[in-house]
């Protein structure tokens, strides 16, 4: 995006335009993402059938596509992530294995039962846990497999302050045994949970997003809602070094009943 009026420039095109050109688009690794794969322990003498919901830029896209015998459907809502997942899989000669698809999460045009497995990596936020659990299960196979990760805290009490900041972000923001609750009661059974260490949020995302803020306020005319942007996501930096103890993103790991 090269904007030449920064005025008419909404702060939704200044959130993408920070988080392009990033590996990642939140917190993960290609480590939580094989650790997942692990457990899950997926069939592999047959071809599967994938959704990779709010993929992004496709981080964990490219290393579905490298494990799994299959066809990976990487869907995100913005065709700019889209491009760059086109970009990286044609590059690695893995663009027979992954198709993009433009369309919100919220309304996607899948069969019943049309996959074998169902992965978001964090992305199902965006529609709120328990309604993409609902959502997604229709597209699930019977005995289908979910990997999802979300925002989680881990441990049962925590601060006012941290408590408060993500309540108004993300009211769904919850204990990991909740969560799973609401897996077990929306038809699925849980195989396994883990949450995403330090490391995932620091090195893979908060740092490089830090790298990015120079270029984005340059390329955007230093405007002031785009300052806004880096202010609001240094502030979300800030409270994770000063919280981490308390919160992270919860990989869960389930299938369809
Ligand atoms: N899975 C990637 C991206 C996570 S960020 C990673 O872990 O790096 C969340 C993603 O959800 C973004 O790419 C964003 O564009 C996408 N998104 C937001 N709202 C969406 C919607 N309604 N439908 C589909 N994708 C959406």
């Not at 970009?87 to 996959?115: N, Y």
């Not at 502030?235 to 992270?248: A, C, G, N, P, V």
């Amino acid at each position: 995006m090269q904007p030449t009026d920064t005025n008419r420039v909404t702060e939704l095109e200044l959130i993408i335009d920070l988080h392009k050109n990033s590996e990642r688009q939140g917190p993960g690794s290609k480590n939580d993402t094989l650790k997942a794969l692990e457990i899950l322990n997926l069939p592999t003498n047959q071809k599967l059938k994938v959704a990779d919901i709010g993929c992004g830029s496709g981080g964990q896209t490219i290393t579905l596509a490298e494990k799994l015998n299959g066809e990976i459907i990487a869907v995100d809502l913005f065709p700019e992530f889209l491009n760059e997942l086109n970009e990286k899989s044609q590059k690695l000669g893995l663009s027979d294995k992954i198709v993009t698809l433009e369309k919100s999460m919220e309304d996607l045009p899948f069969d019943k039962s049309e996959f074998d497995l169902i992965w978001s990596e964090g992305a199902i936020y965006n529609i709120g846990f328990e309604n993409g659990l609902k959502k997604w299960n229709d597209y699930l196979k019977v005995g289908g497999y979910l990997a999802v990760s979300e925002i989680t805290w881990i441990t049962n009490s925590r601060p006012k302050e941290i408590e408060n900041f993500w309540k108004a972000e993300y009211p769904e923001i919850d204990i990991a045994s909740n969560k799973i609750k609401q897996l077990e009661d929306n038809g699925y059974t849980l195989i396994g949970y883990f949450y995403l260490n330090q490391e995932s949020w620091l090195k893979n995302y908060y740092e490089p997003m830090k790298v990015r803020f120079e270029t984005f306020l340059s390329r955007n005319g230093n405007s002031e809602l785009a300052r806004k942007v880096v202010d609001e996501n240094q502030y979300e930096i800030d409270l994770y070094q000063k919280f981490k103890d308390y919160y992270s993103y919860g990989f869960y790991l389930a299938r369809k009943n």
